[in-house]
C-alpha cells in the first residue's frame, strides 16, 4: 500500500505536467482564429447586406466561443495550488525530534519508534497528498476539455464566417482576360 500511494503521488505531479504542457495547443489555435477573425471582419464595411448579417452572425457567435474557450484556458491554468511532500530536511528534523520526545522518556527503543512514526507519517502524507493533488488536476482537466469543446465551435463559426467572405471576395475580384 505504501508503494501505490507514492506510485500515485508521483503520477499526479507528471500529470499536472502533463495538463500543463496540453496548454499550448489551445492557445495557439485560439491564436490562429482570432487572426482569421481579425482578416475575415475587416473586409466588410457597413452598411450590411444580408449576406453579410449572417457573416456577423457568425462572427459573433465564433468570438462567443473564443472568449468561452480563454476563460476555461485561464481556469485550467490559474489558480491551481499543488500539494507537496515535505523537503528531506523538514522530514529529517520532525525524525530527530520524535527520537528526542521517546529517549526523554526513557523508551528503549528510541529510534525504531522514531523511524516508524516518520514512515507512517509519509504514507499518510503520500495518501493526503495524491488525492488532493488528484483533485486539482481533475479539475484542471475538466477546464482543459470545456476549453477545447469551445475551441471547437469557435472553428466551425471561423469557417462558416469565412463562406460569405469567400464568396464577397470571389464576387468582387475581376475577371482574368
Known sequence: MDDFCKDHYFHEIERRRSLQNGLSLPIGIV?????????????????????????????????????????????????????????????????????????SNDEKNANRLANENVEKYIFREYAKLADYNAKKNDMKSYNLHCANISIIFALIFCILSSIPYVYSYLGQASPVN
Open 31 to 103: 491564436t490562429i482564429l482570432s487572426g482569421i477573425l481579425i482578416t475575415v471582419t475587416r473586409a466588410f464595411n457597413t452598411p450590411y447586406s444580408d449576406l453579410e448579417f449572417v457573416f456577423l452572425f457568425f462572427v459573433i457567435s465564433a468570438v462567443i466561443s473564443l472568449t468561452t474557450s480563454i476563460v476555461f484556458i485561464l481556469k485550467s491554468h490559474i489558480g491551481f495550488t499543488y500539494g507537496y511532500i515535505a523537503s528531506p530536511l523538514k522530514l529529517q528534523n520532525y525524525r530527530n525530534e520524535l527520537f528526542q520526545y521517546y529517549s
